[in-house]
């Protein structure tokens, strides 16, 4: 399939890895990479974080330079959004805009997904969700007038637009669904840590809670929760995560389930149409994964391309998430929620790794400013442990003499 036509639908951290791997391994055909935004593919960690607190008004961060696409023959399409792909004679038919059509061989969805909104949520320019590069701008803007911020979930996105907004000087409240802040982490020992933090920075979490009504005002929102606190603020944003963008795969009669349903080469159920980052899931170990984080985006666009070429699959790599909180890294590699067991090692200063550990396997870690043990660690993860679990706790021993390199 070395000549084959390729449109990448989703100008994103998966779709840009995908085309430039088909061209840096050899594929000499058409490559298209299409994208709804009007900006090159950029890399969105920092929306949440640097372009929120930067004093000076911030750029993109390019995923490749500008000029890569086309120096590697890469046809760029950008603020054309893909609105229909189906099965055509010999591959696909894709129309943009509901106006254009184009030809394919091969399809690779790349389209992440859309923020999710509670229901019954008026359309306030106060209220923000955080997803693309435009959506940071708006945010951060209004940042800069606000004083009272209130921010619905504490997952990464919300805990992190949460550190920003404080470290801006704005009085912030966040609001939890959920009966424990930070329900995404899995060890209670990180989160205690974390929340602690925030406290000590004024941030004030409301947990059990969620939206009864939202109503605008000339001052700002008025928010009625479910415990009948009434509360007023300047700006709303909204970090309850993503639904994946799979109406595409399912126009062209791909199966999905919370995702893109994959195989380990991005396969679809549909022959040519591929699915990599967060709208891709995939089976493994009996259990349904989808990752929405920036390290397994890039590999998985990298295993769709390997797969068009031809070539032997390369095993995933270790999923690996990330997020800064004030002064503190969060490190979660691994799969921690499928533990049996977990063992806590605690150096001191607030710094914790918690080992996560399945049939004597260690299986995932959630570690707070502990970069080395973390970059020990994702080389052993799925290793045997070697003696005793409780050995982990110890802070004297290599790990790579307590756990077997896979």
């Not at 004093?55 to 399409?77: F, Q």
């Not at 209220?127 to 921010?151: E, Q, S």
Request: glycine share 8%; hydrophobic share 40%; proline share 6%.
């Amino acid at each position: 399939m070395r000549d084959a036509s390729v449109v990448i639908v989703g100008a994103s951290t998966a779709g840009a890895a995908a085309a430039y791997t088909l061209r840096a391994v050899g594929h000499e055909g058409p490559i298209t990479l299409v994208g709804a935004e009007d900006t090159a593919p950029y890399e969105r960690p920092p929306l949440s974080k640097t372009v929120l607190t930067a004093a000076e008004e911030p750029e993109a961060v390019w995923l490749l330079p500008t000029d890569t696409y086309a120096s590697r023959d890469i046809t760029l399409r950008l603020g054309a959004p893909v609105t229909s792909v189906e099965l055509a004679s010999g591959g696909f038919s894709l129309t943009i805009e509901d106006r254009e059509q184009i030809a394919a061989d091969v399809v690779v969805l790349a389209t992440g997904g859309r923020a999710r909104r509670p229901a019954g949520l008026p359309e306030d320019p106060r209220i923000h969700v955080l997803r693309t590069w435009a959506d940071a701008r708006a945010l951060r803007a209004h940042m800069r007038t606000a004083h009272r911020a209130l921010v619905l979930g504490s997952g990464l996105i919300g805990a992190e637009c949460a550190a920003s907004a404080s470290a801006q000087g704005l009085d912030v409240e966040v609001l939890e669904m959920q009966t424990t802040p930070f329900p995404s982490i899995a060890s209670r020992a990180v989160r205690t840590t974390l929340l602690r933090t925030f406290a000590e920075h004024g941030v004030r979490f409301r947990t059990g809670v969620t939206v009864n009504n939202c109503t605008p005002t000339d001052d700002g929102l008025v928010v009625q929760l479910s415990d009948g606190t009434v509360l007023e603020v300047d700006l709303l944003v909204v970090g309850i995560g993503i639904e994946p963008a799979t109406e595409l795969a399912e126009r062209a009669g791909a199966a999905t389930e919370r995702g893109v349903l994959v195989d380990e080469s991005m396969r679809t159920s549909v022959p040519g149409l591929y699915a990599a980052g967060d709208v891709a899931s995939r089976r493994l170990g009996g259990r349904l994964i989808r990752h929405e984080h920036f390290a397994s985006a890039q590999a998985q666009g990298e295993a769709a391309a390997r797969a068009i070429a031809g070539l032997e699959p390369v095993p995933l790599p270790t999923p690996w998430a990330w997020s800064d909180q004030f002064s503190h890294r969060l490190e979660v590699p691994g799969e921690p929620d499928a533990a049996d067991y977990t063992r806590l090692r605690q150096p001191g200063d607030g710094q914790i790794v918690e080992f996560s550990i399945a049939d004597s396997r260690l299986v995932g870690l959630t570690a707070l400013d502990q970069p080395r043990v973390v970059r020990e660690a994702r080389r052993l993860i799925g290793g045997r442990l070697r003696g005793s679990a409780n050995d982990l706790e110890r802070t004297d021993v290599p790990l790579k003499q307590l756990v077997d390199a896979p």
